[in-house]
């Protein structure tokens, strides 16, 4: 029996593709499978077969699509061959079948995004490389982050929350500040991070306590200070803040109270600090009682 390509639309068949199609996509579950080429298949999403004499031994799933950028075209989402078939030219005879299909309905170009490892086997196949590099982002992370335009700066500075992976420099930046480092970990969830170029450049973030929260960590590299950036990680952590609820923040400090009172924070009585926040280590035994506390009410 020569190659033959097929669409697989049937519940059995869709399911039983599910084991090769895992091979590429490693966060598909057995259990959800179907559901999620169903939800596809509502939105444009085809999925067809290959077999060779009756053996599934390569899968495309495609959609018919149109961008202003590109127009009408075919798009392949996914393209994968059975291990113990490859190098036979089942993956090549999989592109040429669809883009026979593209031809008849009146498309004239199939895109995909490659794999670095696929690149040259798409080459030879004739694909032109494009310039754009496919690229994701936590969105919860995207809706916090803010760009701020810095004359210094070509191109502006990112303000975004942090991520694991930006910790250390942020440690690293406070140490250079003479800001205390302890404690930050464990509130990484509320820590926003400026970015210029890839390097952190300035940090602020938030202990939160209910509905009052601890300002902490504001910090700036020494090469951009006196342009701003100090007071946009304030203003953004107290968006910040406000989105999480809280209605007063708090903060100490020991050389920053005219920077901060400008910015509409007023003196305050430790006393009158809420006993959740007083407990935090950067009142309880972090800063030196003469570090003025301040607060800020929020709407």
């Known amino acids: 029996m020569a190659f033959e390509v097929r669409e697989l639309d049937s519940d059995a068949d869709i399911i039983a593709a599910f084991p090769l199609m895992a091979s590429l996509r490693d966060r598909l579950r057995p259990d959800r499978f179907l559901a999620e080429v169903r939800r596809q298949q509502v939105e444009g999403y085809r999925l067809y077969g290959g077999f060779d004499d009756g053996r599934l031994v390569t899968l495309a799933g495609v959609r018919r699509s149109h961008t202003l950028s590109r127009g009408e075209f075919l798009f392949v989402d996914d393209l994968v061959t059975d291990g113990g078939a490859r190098s036979r030219g089942f993956g090549a005879a999989m592109l040429r079948w669809l883009a ?12 995909l995004d490659s794999r670095a490892a696929a690149r040259s086997f798409y080459e030879q196949l004739g694909f032109q490389m494009m310039t754009s590099i496919p690229c994701w982002m936590d969105a919860a992370a995207l809706a916090d982050v803010a760009v701020t335009a810095d004359a210094g700066t070509p191109g502006g500075i990112v303000i975004a929350a942090a991520q694991e992976g930006d910790l250390v420099a942020v440690l690293e930046l406070l140490g250079r500040s003479g800001l205390p480092e302890e404690g930050l970990r464990a509130h990484l969830g509320t820590v926003l991070i400026a970015r210029e170029r890839g390097r952190v450049v300035g940090s602020a973030a938030l202990e939160l306590y209910g509905t009052a929260a601890l300002l902490r960590s504001v910090a700036v590299d020494q090469t951009l200070r006196g342009r701003g950036l100090g007071g946009r990680l304030t203003e953004e952590a107290v968006a910040l803040a406000c989105r999480h609820g809280v209605r007063s923040l708090y903060l100490l ?36 009682a003469s570090a003025v506390a301040m607060t800020r009410a929020l709407p």
């Open 100 to 111: 026979r299909q593209a031809v008849a309905s009146g498309l004239a170009r199939v895109y």
């Open 253 to 288: 400090t020991e050389t920053a109270r005219d920077f901060f009172a400008a910015r509409g924070f007023v003196p305050v009585d430790r006393e009158a600090v809420p006993a959740a926040v007083r407990a935090s280590p950067e009142f309880a035994w972090i800063c030196p």
